[in-house]
């Protein structure tokens, strides 16, 4: 299918930007800030505050988002994109809004350490611990130990995807994934078809990838399991998930092989590929429309996956 009009006017707009390996970190930071104001306009919320949960190197900055005063409410952990090295909670504001008020649950955004300057497992390892601290009860922001749920998009869905993994056969369990166009494979990039496809002159590019990979991993085995997920030697387990992809993205084909997988290793997993869109669609709610229905869809799997978990089993207390 042809690129969607509001994607072909995003690419248009971003078309003289250099290519992240030939600026700073810093610079190309800056850069990523002028996507702000194409995330859309902010959902007002009962409660929007930042705070910190302790991590493995530090507190961790963490933004909460309630949709309502109510107590226990179910909570979503969301990790950002950007590569490991690019994006903040800034950036993802909205889109955190966003699926707050269509989920109905609190959102717990984590401001993970960012490589180069904090390199692979940093990240993995500050987004695990302020999910165990959502399970465990310890981080005392007013969320169901019993209603937690992961996600991110990018990056973030790697992350989100390594942490289920993780915290397989935890109690609690985690009641639901979200992994939004994932890395999910970095022992294979450039082996797909979507790679072949929209590796080049559609936003996120093979070369950035590999940029944002070195600058995560170095040296690291990329077929470690948390860096890439899709390399698990097992997937049966894993909680239910949602997995959204962009077509015109050369991540597009990891993303449906993983949904497949866990498919195929008995997880729950709803699979939506949003036709003629790019890589971040879904953060462009002010330019791009299906960024509102991929948000709509994800809170409408959340709410229907936290209502699961409230309901007591057949034949247990109600």
């Known amino acids: 299918m042809p690129l969607h009009p509001q994607a072909e006017a995003f690419l ?41 949960l302790p991590g493995p190197g530090g507190d961790v900055p963490v933004r909460l988002y309630r949709p309502s005063a109510d107590g226990d409410l179910p909570v979503l952990a ?48 500050d987004c695990l611990a302020v999910t165990r601290a959502l399970l465990d009860g310890s981080a005392g922001l007013g969320t169901d130990p019993d209603r937690v749920a992961v996600g991110g998009d990018s990056a973030g869905g790697n992350l989100a995807a390594g942490v289920a993994q993780a915290l397989r056969g935890h109690t609690p369990s985690l009641v639901h994934q979200v992994l939004v166009y994932p890395l999910t494979d970095a022992d294979g990039v450039g082996r797909t078809a979507s790679y072949a496809a929209y590796g080049e002159g559609h936003f996120l590019t093979e070369r950035d990838i ?8 170095g040296d690291t085995d990329r077929a470690d399991p948390r860096l890439s997920p899709a390399r698990a030697a097992d997937l049966s387990g894993l909680p239910p998930a949602t997995v959204v992809t962009a077509e015109c993205d050369p991540l597009c084909d990891e993303g449906a092989a993983y949904a497949a997988a866990l498919t ?25 429309d299906a960024a509102h229905d991929a948000r709509r869809l994800i809170g409408a799997r959340l709410a229907e996956a936290f209502a699961a ?10």
């Open 12 to 52: 248009s707009m971003v078309a003289d930007a250099p290519p992240l390996d030939t600026c700073t970190v810093e610079e190309n930071r800056a850069q990523l800030l002028g996507v702000i104001p194409l995330t859309g306009d902010r959902s007002e919320l009962a409660e929007v505050r930042d705070t910190t």
């Open 78 to 125: 969301y990790f950002h994109g950007g590569g490991w090295v690019l994006c903040d909670l800034d950036t993802h504001d909205t889109t955190c809004r966003d699926l707050a008020r269509y989920s109905g649950a609190a959102v717990v955004a984590v401001d993970y350490r960012r490589a180069p300057e904090a390199p692979f497992p940093a990240a993995f390892e």
């Open 210 to 217: 590999g940029y944002f990979l070195q600058a995560y991993a």
């Open 264 to 288: 195929a290793a008995g997880v729950p997993a709803q699979y939506t590929c949003f036709a003629g869109q790019v890589h971040p669609f879904v953060l462009l709610g002010g330019l791009v």
């Open 309 to 318: 978990a409230a309901t007591p089993p057949v034949g247990g207390a109600a």
